[in-house]
């Protein structure tokens, strides 16, 4: 069975980063590019970027690029997320996503941002 | 960015009605589109992939359709268990998915 399995709630102070992880089994990590999802409450999707586990390349969404960084650890088959520079307007549930087709989702980490 | 834009944003429908989801894209997308079900706290999940192919595991009452800049989701016998929140995704060019039909029992 595939799993996505995501680090848990966070809140940090507005200005701050945080890193969400999302380990991956079930399947060959390195085999499928690994998306990352935005979810504002009552919101809709938004996609954040893409990384490819196997050899670390990275396509971002214009709007994330000074925002988002991601990265994979092929030895522990977990892919990560950091968001620097945080505001309210990153108040939001993340997800990864595996595949172009997105056929299997973590759980998502809710990050509040708040003083 | 390709804009999507789905139709229409509230849905009413009974149990056994035939329901019928829009997403038209501001560009050709080349049937490069998926379409997605979010539960009420829940991730989404995948349906249809590439227009009109069902994933696995999905009842067969969901189909899609379409070509060029339109696309549709249609149900064809409403269930209670399919209230939720549906989400086209086109990933021709700069990833982008529509805002969402939410779906409800009349």
């Known amino acids: 069975e595939v799993l996505l399995q995501q680090s848990g709630a966070e809140l940090v102070r507005p200005g701050s980063s945080v890193k969400i992880s999302c380990k991956a089994s079930?399947?060959?990590?390195?085999?499928?590019?690994m998306h990352w999802v935005k979810q504002r409450p009552e919101q809709g999707l938004v996609w954040i970027g893409r990384?490819?586990?196997?050899?670390?390349?990275?396509v971002y969404a214009e709007k994330f690029k000074s925002k988002a960084t991601l990265t994979a650890d092929k030895s522990s088959n977990t892919a990560y997320m950091q968001l620097s520079s945080l505001t309210s307007e990153d108040t939001a549930t993340y997800f990864c996503?595996?595949?172009?087709?997105?056929?299997?989702w973590g759980q998502g980490a809710s990050v509040t941002v708040s003083s | 960015d390709i804009q999507m834009t789905q139709s229409p944003s509230l849905l009413s429908a009974s149990v056994g009605d035939r329901v019928t989801l829009n997403c038209k894209a501001s560009?050709?997308?080349?049937?490069?589109l998926n379409w997605y079900q979010q539960k009420l706290g829940e991730a989404p999940k995948l349906l249809i992939y590439?227009?009109?192919n069902l994933q696995t595991g999905i009842p067969s009452r969901f189909s899609g359709s379409g070509s060029g800049t339109d696309y549709t989701l249609t149900i064809s016998s409403l269930q209670p268990e399919d209230v939720a929140t549906y989400f086209c995704?086109?990933?021709?060019?700069?990833?982008?998915f529509g805002a969402g039909t939410k779906l409800e029992l009349k």
């Open positions: 990384i490819n586990p196997a050899n670390g390349n990275t």
């Open positions: 995704f086109q990933y021709n060019s700069g990833p982008t």
């Open positions: 560009q050709n997308i080349n049937k490069n």
């Open positions: 996503t595996r595949r172009g087709c997105m056929d299997a």
């Open positions: 079930g399947y060959t990590f390195t085999d499928y590019y």
């Open positions: 590439y227009t009109n």
